[in-house]
Antibody, heavy 126, light 109 residues
Framework: EVQLVESGGGLVQPGGSLRLSCAAS????????MTWVRQAPGKGLEWVSG????????YYADSVKGRFTISRDNSKNTLYLQMNSLRAEDTAVYYC???????????????????WGQGTLVTVSS | QSVLTQPPSASGTPGQRVTISCSGS????????VNWYQQLPGTAPKLLIY???QRPSGVPDRFSGSKSGTSASLAISGLQSADEADYYC??????????FGGGTKLTVL
């Protein structure tokens, strides 16, 4: 059974940092691109960042570029999101997710997210 | 403001057919496939339609998707009260990110 379990959320002051983790199980983690998606309270979904299977390429939304860093440890089946210079508008539930298709032939997939974690709440407030 | 444009709300009565539109551009829907998500209150999103018109295992055939040019649509037939949820479209954008629609809140009257 595929499982994605996020952790690391909490209350942080503006300008502070936080690192989220996503522990994956039930599938060949190193074969899939992984993604972070967030949802501010009462708002819609916002794609935050994605990383290819081997971790060699990373992608970011303009709203977090230069402040957030996505990474992965395939030996630990874990995805990370390092969040620096946090702002009030970063307050959201953060989900990790995987596409239903593994990377293949050098192509990775990000938008068909068939498995999601339960989410972890990040609150940026003084 | 979301890159993909959806109506903020839609509604229908039980048994009715409703459609939700999603409008994009040549850099996303125009060249990449569209996926649809259903989000029930307080839960993580669920993949409803992938690759424009494919249903994952377990999704009833009451749900269908289509794409034409830079627009896509989700249709729900035989509307049920359990379908009351938020629906989002998403696609890969050639600027190297995933773009979502703003979401459509479906109300079953």
């Amino acid at each position: 059974e595929v499982q994605l379990v996020e952790s690391g959320g909490g209350l942080v002051q503006p300008g502070g940092s936080l690192r989220l983790s996503c522990a994956a199980s039930g599938f060949i983690f190193s074969s899939f691109a992984m993604t972070w998606v967030r949802q501010a309270p009462g708002k819609g979904l916002e794609w935050v960042s994605g990383i290819r299977d081997g971790g060699g390429s990373t992608y970011y939304a303009d709203s977090v570029k230069g402040r957030f860093t996505i990474s992965r440890d395939n030996s630990k089946n874990t995805l990370y999101l390092q969040m620096n210079s946090l702002r009030a508008e970063d307050t959201a539930v953060y989900y990790c997710a995987k596409d239903f298709r593994p990377c293949s032939g050098g192509v990775c997939y990000f938008s068909g997210m068939c498995y999601w974690g339960q989410g972890t709440l990040v609150t940026v407030s003084s | 403001q979301s890159v993909l444009t959806q109506p903020p709300s839609a509604s229908g009565t039980p048994g009715q057919r409703v459609t939700i539109s999603c409008s994009g551009s040549s850099s996303n829907i125009g060249t990449n496939s569209v996926n649809w998500y259903q989000q029930l209150p307080g839960t993580a999103p669920k993949l409803l339609i992938y690759s424009n018109n494919q249903r994952p295992s377990g999704v009833p055939d009451r749900f269908s998707g289509s794409k034409s040019g830079t627009s896509a649509s989700l249709a729900i037939s035989g509307l049920q009260s359990a379908d009351e949820a938020d629906y989002y479209c998403a696609a890969w954008d050639d600027s190297l990110n995933v773009v979502f629609g703003g979401g459509t809140k479906l109300t079953v009257l």
